[in-house]
């Protein structure tokens, strides 16, 4: 896609919007002392021909040679018995062979472990590759299990450094590999691994792709430990729910494109588990193309009928007219608990502000019409699309129905079956975000649906909101199901039943296959995403943090090289009048994903949108998600430290 010169310069971010590297074809390997030329069906011997160090011979030659010389060196000797032999080892392009790890011809991890299994990738498809497993002497929740050590090797990582949000990490050795790793490239090479590719495949940068998949109830990741060993760890989330065997819980493979590598392992991950699909076998909703506005930084919950129609009414005014609309979090009808007192003094206080949760299907009174009540969020879904001539209209709404779940014992909600549940977070999420002991979950607990009713919940909330014209939902919150699955076999199992139902109501409902999945990177969630499309690629846009935008822009485009695999990464909403906006809109423009910004009315830089927006309302997409070009892959503009150009391919 050629851009205008006019797109944005930004200190710390340049464009490329070229593919500048070459995709390289990889031979499959066999021995390192011979390579087969032709091996079709079962061919008879004397028709094969092998290349050695030092010479060519068919089979027939090397007799007559054997015939005619009265002597032969040792060579000759050597080549007559591996020509008497029927068949050739093959070696894969990753094994384990004495404790180590080797991808192609180049060794990964050392000092594997005896119960670590492989099992080879060749079932699910074309692709060469691996899948490891372990075996415990005990079944339990949770198994970890180093997988061998790795040093002087450069990695990428996404992990999620929250429960619901990925970020990378860069490193050279298995201590640095973080917790609740799902995602890992890495690169090796003979000799400096800063050399670039050349030609000549002895000295071609090799990239290793290792996916932590779901096997069976039991969801996988990767950390590393002290003594730089890269280890596997598997949980259920559920006490009762226990294992000891596992032989398809990574899957490794290997190339020289960083990015085929990727696309491959992913496409052989997706035919072995057959619960998900690949983004491009998706149907994208239809706002990826134009400009969009979002009520969130705008008003917050604080968001009101009026509240849109004045910033559609703003943008359209200035000549950014957007033809679609995010109602956030603040329309739905919900509630505290009765506050639980304590006595201090003689005085009651509140222990804690009471998390709120759902009371109702239907919109809270702020988005009812005054004139008619019963007429509710249908109202202002005329007034976007009659007269602000807006295409789609979204509204939000967390998996669990609201940040606190279903209030249990609300009337005309009694049919879902909620029950207060307490969220347990894993340990490598408690390690990485302390804070979960003291968050209003965890304290409060959330009023979770019985798993049997919460497609009646979806497909009764949904049909409401399509008949009043709503285009699709933005769903909050997915990786608090992770948990929430004790009692009901566990993280993986509970997960799954959620998002089929979700998946099913969202494709009787909404004919654009609308829907935006949001605080959703845990992999029990990404890999049974058969529908959803669209997938926000990171942890908020923070307008009043002015040290986040880097680290925004940088983890949005790290995390897209995983994501964008399977959904459509939407690098989030921005601030057109803002200190970073050309940055932010820069990196919109090339995203690859939907634009739209979290303006409150008459704050605008329409110099800036009209850049962005053609005048229709239409937004020019890049055909793929941006991500960092091969040369940055292992370098973090957010914590390196130097200033230095950040490049991102489309």
Request: proline share 5%.
């Amino acid at each position: 896609m050629a851009l205008n010169p006019w797109i944005f310069n930004s200190p710390t971010l340049t464009i490329n919007t070229s593919r500048f590297f070459l995709p390289f074809a990889v031979p499959w390997f066999i021995s390192s002392d011979f390579v087969l030329l032709r091996a079709t069906k079962k061919i008879p011997a004397s028709e094969f021909s092998y290349i050695t160090p030092r010479r060519r011979l068919s089979v027939k030659a090397c007799k007559e040679r054997r015939e005619n010389n009265q002597t032969r060196n040792s060579n000759e000797t050597e080549l007559e018995r591996e020509l008497k032999t029927e068949e050739m080892t093959i070696k894969p392009a990753v094994r384990i062979s004495e404790r180590k790890l080797i991808v192609k011809d180049r060794t990964i991890l050392t000092g594997v472990p005896d119960n670590v299994i492989a099992t080879s990738g060749s079932s699910s498809g074309p692709v060469e590759g691996v899948f490891l497993g372990a075996v415990f002497e005990e079944e339990q929740s949770r198994q970890v299990v180093p997988l061998g050590t790795l040093r002087d090797v450069r990695f990428m990582a996404c992990f999620r450094f929250k429960l619901w949000w990925m970020a990378q990490m860069m490193g050279d050795k298995g201590k640095e590999i973080p917790l609740e790793t799902q995602f890992l490239l890495l690169e090796t090479k003979d000799g400096s691994h800063l050399e670039s590719d050349d030609g000549n495949e002895e000295n071609q940068i090799i990239y290793t792709v290792f996916l932590p998949l779901i096997e069976g109830s039991f969801r996988a990741c990767l950390q590393g430990n002290g003594q730089d060993e890269l280890e596997l760890c598997l949980e259920s989330g559920d006490a009762d729910t226990k294992a000891s065997s596992f032989t398809h819980s990574v899957f490794i493979h290997a190339g020289t494109d960083p990015f085929d590598a990727i696309a491959d392992a992913m496409k052989a991950v997706k035919l072995h588990l057959n619960t998900f699909r690949l983004r491009q076998e998706k149907k994208l909703p239809a706002i990826v193309d134009y400009f969009g506005w979002c009520t969130w930084d705008a008003f917050y919950q604080e968001v009101t009928q009026d509240g849109v129609e004045a910033g559609l009414k703003s943008l359209s005014d200035g000549g950014a007219p957007p033809k679609f609309v995010i109602i956030d979090d603040g329309w739905q009808s919900v509630a505290g608990d009765p506050e639980e007192e304590n006595e201090e003094g003689g005085e009651k206080q509140p222990k804690q502000p009471p998390l709120q949760r759902l009371t109702a299907i239907r919109e809270n009174s702020k988005f009812q019409n005054k004139e008619d009540p019963k007429e509710g969020i249908k109202n202002i879904v005329s007034i976007a699309k009659n007269k602000y001539g807006l295409k789609y209209v979204y509204v939000w709404h967390a998996i669990t129905g609201y940040w606190g779940g279903l209030r249990p014992g609300v009337k005309d909600m009694e049919e879902y079956g909620s029950l207060m549940q307490y969220p347990k977070v894993s340990k490598g999420v408690f390690e990485n975000e302390p804070l979960w002991k003291t968050d209003a979950l965890a304290l409060q607990g959330l009023g979770l649906m019985n798993p049997k009713s919460v497609y009646k919940f979806y497909n009764e909330l949904h049909s409401y909101l399509a008949s009043a014209g709503v285009d699709g939902v933005k769903v909050d919150a997915q990786c608090i199901l992770e948990t929430l699955g004790a009692g009901f076999g566990g993280r993986v199992e509970l997960t799954r039943q959620y998002h089929q139902a979700l998946d099913a109501s969202v494709a009787r409902n909404f004919a654009d296959n609308g829907i935006i999945a949001c605080m959703s990177h845990n992999t029990d969630a990404l890999y049974c995403a058969k529908q959803t499309a669209v997938v926000r690629a990171s942890d908020d846009f923070f307008p009043r943090d002015p040290v986040s935008h880097t680290i925004h822009i940088a983890a949005v485009a790290y995390n897209s090289v995983f994501l964008g695999e399977i959904m459509l990464p939407d690098w989030d909403m921005f601030h057109s009048l803002h200190p970073a906006a050309e940055y932010h809109a820069s990196a919109r423009a090339i995203s690859g994903g939907p634009v739209y910004v979290s303006d409150a009315p008459g704050n605008h830089n329409f110099e800036l949108l009209k850049k962005l927006v053609l005048p229709d309302g239409s937004v020019l997409r890049a055909r793929l998600p941006g991500r960092p070009t091969r040369d940055c892959l292992f370098s973090d503009p957010a914590r390196d430290g130097v200033r230095w150009v950040f490049l991102i391919w489309i």
